[in-house]
């Protein structure tokens, strides 16, 4: 007969087993707690260079006029002032650590060279001379920032950054326009960048609103004894849609410190789909004295945007704009601008996008090179690359 220790073994085995329950929750029957488990590790503070990123953007164009002026200069046009030029508009740099809740600090700075972006946008008293000419580089952007915590965050920046007015932005890694040429209203009716400090602070899930004390327009170094005021209300919309109303208030002209420019602004944007969209920029604004002793000086004008993808990677979008300037006092000549753009999009590649401009300026006067004479009229077409992460 074959021996067998079955019974023996299973006898041993229960005997642990009612040993170890009895071990694991004695201290409970007692009406003790369990001993806690031991504590994580905590986890290593990220080096400082993780927490900082980096990104890049580049553009590129050619521009072509119809008009074939003898400068080879268009007209009363921002970036793209170079006829018949192959140029590098803008390549910039960005590092920047982000803060977004309460208690955290961060900066950013945007480091820009090219031979158009650089020459208009850099700001009076930091790349931009005395006499007014700027050269092939500039620091567009330069703050610091922190979040206070006070209710949902109030932010402060300090330093120089871009403007919150206007519909269009200078192109950049984090946004680009949906035209490749900037309309009237960017170049002349709004201002590019301010320095100083600014608050934001949001006020429910659909409204924020941001007041700022700066030195003025376009400026690092104030050119009067005086500050300008500057604010937003933001409001996010049903349907992806939403307003800004953008204001700015306060002396500019150059060693004049009671001669108030007002600027009043309306910023509107619906989103139709994942590509679609409509715009509005609207621009109100007077300035005392600006056109002479005793003559207030007025310009205004509104942008309409109307964008169709067709596709995920191709889309037509059209501008429509007019701006006036009755005493001219923003583009040197009294007069009313007008101007259609037409431009197809197309995205090659994640990042690299491909545009062209075909675009008609008008003016009430003759204010466009026409050969060797002048016109009211400025064809030109442009083509466009960019490249951004």
Sequence with gaps: MARTTGG???????????????????????????APAPAAAAAAPRPW?????????????????????????????????????????GAELVLQKVASAPGEAGF???????????????????FRDDDGTAGDFDLQQAWVSYVAPVGSGLRFDAGKFGTHCGYEVIEG?????????????????????????????????????????????????????????????????????????????GPERAGVNGDNRTFL?????????TSSALGLDAVWAAEENAAGPGQDAT?????????????????????????????????????????????PELKVAPGLVLRADLRLDRSSRDVFEK????????PTFLLNALYSF
């Design 265 to 273: 602004n309306l910023v509107g944007s619906w989103k139709l789909g």
């Design 173 to 249: 890694y984090d946004g680009y326009n949906d035209n490749a040429t900037r309309s009237f209203l960017f170049g002349y009716a709004e201002p590019a960048s301010h320095t100083g400090l600014k608050a934001t602070y949001a006020l429910s899930g659909t409204l924020s609103a941001m007041v700022e004390v700066v030195n003025g327009w376009d400026n690092v170094k104030d050119s009067n004894s005086s500050k300008s005021v500057g604010g937003q209300l933001a409001l996010a919309l049903p349907s992806n849609a939403s307003l800004a109303f953008n204001f700015m208030v």
């Design 371 to 378: 050969e060797a004479g002048l016109t009211g009229t400025q």
């Design 49 to 89: 260079y993780e927490t900082v990123s980096v990104n890049a953007f580049v553009t590129t164009s050619w521009s072509w006029n119809f008009n074939r002026p003898a400068s080879g200069t268009n007209q009363l046009r921002v970036f793209d002032f170079d006829d018949n030029s192959i140029k590098v508009d």
């Design 108 to 126: 950013r700075v945007d480091a820009v060279a090219g031979a158009s972006i650089p020459r208009v946008s850099a700001a009076a008293g930091l």
């Design 299 to 343: 310009w205004g004008g509104v942008a309409l945007y109307g964008r169709l993808g067709l596709s995920p990677s191709f889309a037509l979008v059209l501008r429509a704009e007019v701006f006036d300037d009755p005493e001219g006092v923003r583009t040197g000549t009294p007069q009313t601008l007008s101007e259609l753009t037409l431009t």
């Design 8 to 34: 023996r073994g299973a006898a041993f085995l229960l005997s642990l087993g009612v040993a170890a329950f009895a071990a694991a929750f004695a201290p409970i029957a007692l009406g003790q707690e369990p």
